[in-house]
């Protein structure tokens, strides 16, 4: 690991915003559909644990949250390893995790144990595929970035149309062992998408210049200083206020529709209605965010979303019928979509590229504590009045409660300033090279001249790939 090159995202270095990254794109969708189906989908096997373990169904459901508590919690180690080690070799170690978990679940023979491996074992793998193929999506694409979050987040729904039914048909053919065991067999696929992230390197630069270049200031592993930054700190706090509602309405609407009298095949389909709007929705509204208009106001689009979310629950919390909820999910497909499409492109805007990775871990280990809280005090609601109407009521205020902070705090509270890429450390180390120019040698000013206007003649070669062995499988 000590040989590896840290693809810390060199300053300088321009997004190629397509080439390489469109098969970096491709694998940032599936880790993000494997990431979020993959605690949903294990849950149809919950019904032969409890036959073959004599539990209840809570037992078997701490399964699932444990996946996600992985996934989100973990942000920081996340953060930490892609600061030392780089996005890739991060990557190739959560995919055998992620295989492993599954793979020695299927040789348990109590919950307990089935808790460490599915549950910490192949979390943690998935927390480390998921956190770096953001980061490095984020060093891939600039202009179209808005786009490429868009189309990658759009996995999660399709992964969750396609485990699902991959899942009953496991169980019904292998069992749960056997399911067990060939979902881990596909988590290695993991390791392929790992494989794509090559890290960019800077374009070549004459001898001459190359020496002051090299100065840079020691990275970080976890870098606080995020924590000085106003939008950053209220964009945290707007999203663990979210995710508190967010995640409660597709938990309880299939149990709303069945409460109603309704088959369950017929409230199941509830969700398929839900996933299938939301596939189209991400994408959509990755292309609304990338206009030239929108994407400087990005931060409130994406506080409108939050807004449309919990409306919809609201009125959600009125349906007295099948065709009331189907609607429901109509509008809340397009409304969660819109939110899962602008979560991240809104982060990446406020802190920048530098210091992505240390504030997306940041931020997950806040949103972990919300999800913990969010679904389990909801069905306490639920058992203390038996009503779905209060449970969707409450879900619609704490969503809409968030988009009032994000919007009201970035409107009042964050001076507007002039777009400026860099960071003050890459403004810094700048500086310093331009100070650093009157003590090159004139030839190799000529040469850096002749670099300059080669990269303003091809743009498109700005930002390219390392092919170093020791990164490269």
Same mark, same amino acid.
């Given at each position: 690991?000590?040989?590896?090159?840290?693809?810390?995202?060199?300053?300088? @270095?321009?997004?190629?915003?397509?080439?390489?990254?469109?098969?970096?794109?491709?694998?940032?969708?599936?880790?993000?559909?494997?990431?979020?189906?993959?605690?949903?989908?294990?849950? @149809?096997?919950?019904?032969?644990?409890?036959?073959?373990?004599?539990?209840?169904?809570?037992?078997?459901?701490?399964?699932?949250? #444990?996946?996600?508590?992985?996934?989100?919690?973990?942000?920081?180690?996340?953060?930490?390893?892609?600061?030392?080690?780089?996005? +890739?070799?991060?990557?190739? @170690?959560?995919?055998?995790?992620?295989?492993?978990?599954?793979?020695?679940?299927?040789?348990?023979?109590?919950?307990?144990?089935?808790?460490?491996?599915?549950?910490?074992?192949?979390?943690?793998?998935?927390?480390?595929?998921? !956190?770096?193929?953001?980061?490095?999506?984020? +060093?891939?694409?600039?202009?179209?970035?808005?786009?490429?979050?868009?189309?990658?987040?759009?996995?999660?729904?399709?992964?969750?149309?396609?485990?699902?039914?991959?899942? !009953?048909?496991? !169980?019904?053919?292998?069992?749960?062992?056997?399911?067990?065991?060939?979902?881990?067999?596909?988590?290695?696929?993991?390791?392929?998408?790992?494989?794509?992230? +090559?890290?960019?390197?800077?374009?070549?630069?004459?001898?001459?210049?190359?020496?002051?270049?090299?100065?840079?200031?020691?990275?970080?592993?976890?870098?606080?200083?995020?924590?000085?930054?106003?939008?950053? %700190?209220?964009?945290?706090?707007?999203?663990?206020?979210?995710?508190?509602?967010?995640?409660?309405?597709?938990?309880?609407?299939?149990?709303?529709?069945?409460?109603?009298?309704?088959?369950?095949?017929?409230?199941?389909?509830?969700?398929? %209605?839900?996933?299938?709007?939301?596939?189209?929705?991400?994408? #959509?509204?990755?292309?609304?965010?990338?206009?030239?208009?929108? +994407?400087?106001?990005?931060?409130?689009?994406?506080?409108?979303?939050?807004?449309?979310?919990?409306?919809?629950?609201?009125?959600?919390?009125?349906?007295?019928?099948?065709?009331?909820?189907?609607?429901?999910? %109509?509008?809340?497909?397009?409304?969660?979509?819109?939110?899962?499409?602008? !979560?991240?492109?809104?982060?990446?805007?406020?802190?920048?590229?530098?210091?992505?990775?240390?504030?997306?871990?940041?931020?997950?280990?806040?949103?972990?504590?919300?999800?913990?809280?969010?679904?389990?005090?909801?069905?306490?609601?639920?058992?203390?009045?038996?009503?779905?109407?209060? @449970?969707?009521?409450?879900?619609?205020?704490?969503?809409?409660?968030?988009?009032?902070?994000?919007?009201?705090?970035?409107?009042?509270?964050?001076?507007?300033?002039?777009?400026?890429?860099?960071?003050?450390?890459?403004?810094?180390?700048?500086?310093?090279?331009?100070?650093?120019?009157?003590?090159?040698?004139?030839?190799?000013?000529?040469?850096?001249?002749?670099?300059?206007?080669?990269?303003?003649?091809?743009?498109?070669?700005?930002?390219?790939?390392?092919?170093?062995?020791?990164?490269?499988?």
């Amino acid at each position: 690991m000590g040989a590896v090159v840290a693809d810390d995202g060199p300053s300088g @270095v321009k997004a190629p915003d397509g080439g390489w990254g469109w098969a970096v794109l491709f694998g940032c969708f599936i880790i993000t559909g494997f990431s979020y189906a993959f605690p949903k989908a294990v849950s @149809v096997f919950f019904k032969e644990l409890i036959r073959e373990f004599g539990i209840g169904y809570s037992d078997t459901a701490w399964i699932s949250s #444990i996946l996600l508590a992985m996934l989100y919690g973990t942000g920081p180690l996340c953060s930490v390893c892609v600061n030392r080690f780089g996005c +890739r070799p991060v990557m190739l @170690v959560g995919g055998l995790f992620a295989s492993m978990g599954m793979v020695i679940a299927s040789f348990c023979t109590s919950i307990v144990q089935i808790y460490l491996t599915a549950g910490v074992i192949t979390g943690l793998g998935l927390a480390l595929n998921f !956190q770096p193929s953001l980061i490095m999506l984020n +060093r891939y694409f600039d202009k179209r970035r808005p786009l490429a979050n868009g189309l990658s987040a759009a996995g999660s729904p399709v992964f969750l149309c396609a485990l699902s039914p991959l899942g !009953q048909i496991l !169980q019904h053919e292998y069992g749960w062992r056997g399911g067990f065991l060939i979902l881990g067999g596909m988590l290695l696929n993991c390791c392929v998408c790992g494989a794509l992230m +090559r890290p960019l390197e800077p374009p070549k630069k004459s001898e001459g210049a190359k020496e002051p270049a090299e100065k840079k200031v020691k990275k970080k592993l976890l870098d606080f200083s995020v924590f000085k930054d106003g939008g950053f %700190i209220i964009y945290t706090l707007a999203a663990s206020i979210m995710v508190l509602g967010l995640f409660v309405p597709p938990v309880f609407v299939v149990s709303y529709a069945k409460d109603l009298g309704y088959q369950d095949t017929k409230a199941a389909f509830l969700l398929t %209605i839900l996933g299938f709007i939301d596939i189209f929705a991400r994408p #959509i509204c990755g292309m609304v965010a990338g206009l030239k208009w929108v +994407r400087p106001r990005c931060v409130y689009l994406f506080s409108f979303a939050m807004i449309f979310n919990g409306f919809t629950d609201l009125m959600g919390s009125m349906s007295v019928d099948y065709g009331g909820l189907v609607v429901f999910c %109509i509008f809340f497909g397009i409304s969660y979509g819109m939110v899962g499409a602008l !979560q991240f492109e809104v982060l990446m805007a406020i802190v920048g590229t530098q210091k992505f990775s240390s504030a997306i871990g940041l931020v997950l280990l806040a949103e972990a504590m919300a999800v913990l809280i969010g679904p389990p005090s909801a069905g306490k609601l639920l058992d203390a009045t038996g009503r779905y109407m209060f @449970v969707f009521i409450i879900a619609g205020i704490e969503v809409t409660t968030s988009a009032l902070v994000l919007a009201l705090g970035n409107f009042f509270c964050i001076k507007k300033k002039p777009e400026e890429p860099h960071t003050k450390e890459e403004a810094a180390e700048r500086e310093e090279l331009n100070k650093s120019e009157d003590k090159i040698p004139e030839d190799a000013k000529v040469d850096s001249i002749e670099v300059e206007q080669f990269l303003k003649d091809e743009p498109e070669k700005n930002g390219e790939v390392v092919t170093n062995p020791e990164t490269c499988v």
